[in-house]
Nanobody, 117 residues
Framework: QVQLVESGGGLVQAGGSLRLSCVAS????????VGWYRQAPGKQRDLVAV???????NYVDSVKGRFTIPRDNAKKTVSLQMNSLESEDTATYYC???????????WGQGTQVTVSS
């Protein structure tokens, strides 16, 4: 059974930091690209950052220089380090693991991040 479990969300003041974690089980984690997405109320789910199986990273412009997405294949974990948080970062954050070759894609249940101004 494949599971992605996110943790680390919470309430933080603007300018603060949070570190989200996504722990996978049931998949060969190292061959999956992993992305963090976020969805604010009434809005679509958007990609925030992604790290490929090879370690290449990409970020949406609004978080460049503030967020990083490290991965630890031995621990089957991808994190999202979020610094200098802004109220616009308030959303539910989801991780997604996707294998480009098989097109298998898995989602976590989400973790809420609320940034107070």
């Amino acid at each position: 059974q494949v599971q992605l479990v996110e943790s680390g969300g919470g309430l933080v003041q603007a300018g603060g930091s949070l570190r989200l974690s996504c722990v996978a089980s049931g998949i060969a984690f190292s061959i999956y690209d992993v992305g963090w997405y976020r969805q604010a109320p009434g809005k679509q789910r958007d990609l925030v950052a992604v790290i490929s199986s090879g370690g290449a990273t990409n970020y949406v412009d609004s978080v460049k220089g503030r967020f990083t997405i490290p991965r630890d294949n031995a621990k089957k974990t991808v994190s999202l380090q979020m610094n200098s948080l802004e109220s616009e970062d308030t959303a539910t954050y989801y991780c997604n693991a996707r294998n480009e070759r098989t097109r298998h894609s898995y989602w976590g249940q989400g973790t809420q991040v609320t940034v107070s101004s």
